[in-house]
């Protein structure tokens, strides 16, 4: 305040000699001296007001005081509660579905992750400081599992931390909800074949995140269980494709330990390189790998995964499945609200009659499975197994529009190709066999 009353009376005694240069007479000058002093005492009382009104004790101060106050409760009553830190924020989605096999309506979640759930809620917490226990709790309603991630992150120093709990697959470029961000979003309505088909689920365990590089390099792995933590013996890896019973030691009978990993490179604020693992055995053993790479830069989007897998037992005729898929996203934003998107997948299933990680060559749902002509029928070797799997190819074209800043519109054609006929066709009493199965989308997705 104070250097706004020397300011203020610098600024009027600098007129004076301004003044002083013009007049022609001393009287002349002698009045704008007098008018320029009452100028003055008119600005120094203004001052003087303004002075009282913020000092203390004034009611403008009583009021900073109190709403400071309220802040230092607030504050600590958050604290004490366990609610500082905390963040919780989440996804609903409505969407509708249909395609020219099962020829069905589906309104609800799009496709790709559990059956039934319609939204999202995630609940996050950081430690005041920033420094000590961090936890996530995911929950799906209405999903399979209910529990998406109950997962805990202890630091140990800025570059290590431990990892513990119920943590979502991290292979691939993909993630699982439909809310097209960063960290948890899927761009289109469904997911890519790999997703869905070449991967798991969720893991159980324990490990460890590491910061290498100056946080150009991440790394995190950890051992536990994958998928469900405890298999029993409803659970069968392998069918008989011709008289559908589980081929002899396919049961499962015991948990399968699991050892998971991910690398991640950032060249720089547009790239990534991504490369993964897991690898299980006991009672489920298989293998996969993925590597896959992102770049972004001003309104293009570019994906790309590489995926190798196998798994004992879960071949069409009880050998080893063996796959390779590759995919392909790109995006293009004709205007900042309107995105463009394209993907192409495809997957290598040929060996043993067929078979991935979620598909043991059984259902004629997906287009893979033992490789069959117009009849249905596929080719057997001596013992009535089959012998050549389906390779399944998709094209998936859409659209996104940012409605607002939480609300996304979302549109979508998906062409699923089989190299057999391997999708099965119901109407009515009548059954046929298809190389092709056409799907549309549309939803409308809010995230908070």
């Known amino acids: 305040m104070r250097f706004q009353k020397k300011l203020c009376v610098m600024a009027i005694a600098s007129l004076f000699p301004v003044a002083s240069a013009f007049a022609q007479t001393s009287a002349d000058t002698r009045k704008e001296i007098d008018a320029l002093k009452a100028q003055l005492k008119l600005l120094q009382d203004k001052l003087d007001v303004l002075s009282a009104a913020t000092g203390d004790?004034?009611?403008?101060?009583?009021q900073v005081n109190r709403l400071e106050q309220k802040l230092d409760l607030s504050e600590n009553t958050a604290e004490?509660?366990?609610?500082?830190?905390?963040?919780?924020?989440?996804?609903i989605e409505a969407a509708y579905k249909?395609?020219?096999?099962?020829?069905?309506?589906?309104?609800?979640?799009s496709a790709g992750y559990g059956v039934g759930e319609v939204g999202m809620i995630q609940l996050t917490k950081e430690s005041q400081d920033g420094e000590g226990i961090d936890w996530t709790l995911?929950?799906?309603?209405?999903?399979?599992?209910?529990?998406?991630?109950?997962?805990?992150?202890?630091?140990?120093?800025?570059?290590n931390?431990?990892?513990?709990?119920?943590?979502?697959?991290?292979?691939?470029?993909?993630y699982v909800f439909p809310n097209a961000t960063s960290t948890l979003g899927n761009q289109l309505i469904t997911h890519n074949a790999l997703y869905d088909l070449a991967g798991a689920t969720a893991y159980t365990g324990v490990g460890m995140s590491h910061v290498l590089n100056g946080g150009k390099v991440a790394l995190k792995w950890l051992v536990g269980n994958v998928d469900k933590g405890s298999d029993d013996k409803s659970i069968t890896f392998g069918t008989d494709p011709v008289s559908e019973e589980p081929f002899s030691g396919a049961a499962s009978n015991g948990s399968t330990l699991a050892v998971a990993y991910r690398m991640d490179y950032y060249p720089n604020d547009a790239t990534y390189f991504g490369l993964s693992g897991l690898h299980g055995s006991n009672n489920r053993s298989f293998n996969i790998m993925a590597l896959d790479a992102g770049y972004t830069r001003g309104d293009w989007q570019y994906n790309g995964q590489i995926t190798v897998g196998d798994m004992l037992r879960a071949a069409a005729n009880g050998g080893k499945a063996q796959w390779t898929g590759v995919s392909g996203?790109?995006?293009?934003?004709?205007?900042p609200r309107l995105q463009l998107m394209a993907r192409a997948d495809f997957i290598q299933n040929s060996a043993n009659g067929g078979g991935t990680y979620y598909d043991n060559g059984g259902a004629l749902l997906n287009?893979?499975?033992?490789?069959r002509n117009a009849a249905g029928e596929f080719a057997v070797d001596d013992l009535g197994y089959a012998t050549t799997g389906a390779n399944l190819t998709r094209l998936t074209l859409g659209t996104n529009y940012q409605i607002n800043a939480n609300t996304q519109w979302k549109t979508e054609y998906r062409l699923d190709q089989s190299s057999g006929y391997n999708?099965?066709?119901?109407?009515?009493?009548t059954t046929t066999y298809s190389k092709t199965k056409t799907s549309w989308g549309t939803s409308l997705v809010l995230s908070f």
């Open 423 to 429: 999708f099965e066709v119901t109407d009515g009493d």
């Open 138 to 159: 995911r929950l799906m309603p209405g999903g399979d599992p209910f529990v998406h991630e109950a997962s805990l992150s202890i630091p140990l120093n800025k570059e």
């Open 329 to 335: 996203f790109v995006s293009y934003k004709i205007v």
């Open 98 to 109: 249909y395609n020219d096999v099962d020829k069905k309506h589906d309104f609800g979640a």
């Open 57 to 62: 004790g004034s009611p403008l101060s009583q």
């Open 367 to 371: 287009g893979l499975g033992p490789e």
């Open 80 to 91: 004490a509660s366990g609610f500082s830190g905390m963040k919780i924020n989440g996804v």
């Open 161 to 174: 931390r431990i990892i513990a709990g119920l943590i979502p697959d991290f292979q691939g470029y993909e």
